[in-house]
């Protein structure tokens, strides 16, 4: 089901993506080596319950923890846990808050401590794949016109584009239609209109776009052990052009 947002919705959303978006800018300090993900999950619930949100991704399907820290090649839905991060990991941070009834999404890549040539560039490529993305969420578009120019521009840089898991409407609950694919034909797919909210979260890896499931059920792996980034925004469709919800400052 899609569901239109009227101005007053949007507002709410864009004030739990303001907030997202601060835990995402405390976690940049945050983290470094020796840290575990888990010790990356306490921080992040606790910031969001502090300021009054609700770390909307406990419980959702199952799951148990307020973020998904998917650490070099898992794609995404890492479980947070006890591993000491090191020098040169690349760890992406995604959470969900529901703040008085508004949600929000988001993910950012982080690289643990010293990076390295191959990660700056799989990261420039995966947020520069985003903005070109969010570009093309204008009412009027089409859902393939995001993908395309995502698709077309990540394989240009020589990286691929995960296929098996893609963006999604958001708000009142975290998964709603339309399905957003990173890839595809432009003017194909759903029609963008005025009160769409959606999120955009391309995906990217170093090698194949194949995945493989680890057997907890949820952790998505690249199928060559290739590096994996991912950064993730909500945005609102206006008649202005695309509102990114998942800034402090919008």
Known sequence: MITLKSPREIEMMGESGRLLASVHEALR?????????????????????????????????????????????EICHGFPRKQVLKNGDLI??????????????????????????????????????????????QVGNRIGDIGHAIQTYVEGEGFSVVRDFIG????????EGPPVPHYGQPGKGTRLKEGMVITIEPMVNTGTWKMKMEDNGWT????????????????AITSDGPKILTLQDE
Not at 114 to 119: A, G, R
């Open 29 to 73: 300090a945050f983290i470094k080596p020796g840290i575990t993900s888990w010790d990356i999950e306490v921080f992040v619930r606790d910031m969001i319950e502090k300021n009054g949100g609700i770390a909307a991704q406990i419980g959702y399907e199952g799951y148990k923890y307020a973020t998904c820290c998917s650490i070099n090649d």
């Open 92 to 137: 992406k941070v995604d959470m969900c808050i529901d703040l008085k009834g508004a949600m929000s999404d988001s993910c950012w890549a982080y690289v643990v401590g010293e990076s390295t040539p191959e990660i700056d560039k799989l990261m420039a490529v995966t947020k520069h794949a985003l903005y070109l993305g969010i570009e093309q969420a």
């Open 220 to 235: 998505a792996v690249t199928a060559d052990g290739g590096l994996s980034c991912q950064y993730e925004h909500t945005i």
């Open 168 to 175: 999604h409407g958001i708000g009142p609950t975290i998964h």
